[in-house]
Nanobody, 123 residues
Framework: QVQLVESGGGLVQVGESLRLSCASS????????MGWFRQAPGKEREFVGG????????VYADSVKGRFTISRDITKNTLNLQMNSLKPEDTAVYYC????????????????WGQGTQVTVAG
């Protein structure tokens, strides 16, 4: 049974940083691209960024480019999202997701999802 479990969300002030993690189990982590998505109240789920299976390719949405960094640790089967210079518009529930091999921005092309973790940026 595949499980993706996000952690690290919370309440921060504008300009601060937060690091999210996504622990995976039940899948061959090295064969999967991992993506981060977010969803704010009343809005559609939005692609934040992702890393392909080999970590050779990492892509970001324009809205987070230069502020967010995605990494994966194959020894721990974990995906990370380092978020710096946070803005109020980054407030959302953040989800990690998995699909085979390559990252795509379309949320409906991901096979597995975590339960999400809330990030709130105040100020």
């Amino acid at each position: 049974q595949v499980q993706l479990v996000e952690s690290g969300g919370g309440l921060v002030q504008v300009g601060e940083s937060l690091r999210l993690s996504c622990a995976s189990s039940g899948l061959t982590f090295r064969n999967y691209a991992m993506g981060w998505f977010r969803q704010a109240p009343g809005k559609e789920r939005e692609f934040v960024g992702g890393v392909n299976w080999s970590a050779a390719s990492t892509v970001y949405a324009d809205s987070v480019k230069g502020r967010f960094t995605i990494s994966r640790d194959i020894t721990k089967n974990t995906l990370n999202l380092q978020m710096n210079s946070l803005k109020p518009e980054d407030t959302a529930v953040y989800y990690c997701a998995a699909r085979p091999w390559e990252v795509v921005p379309n949320y409906d092309e991901y096979d597995y999802w975590g339960q999400g973790t809330q990030v709130t940026v105040a100020g």
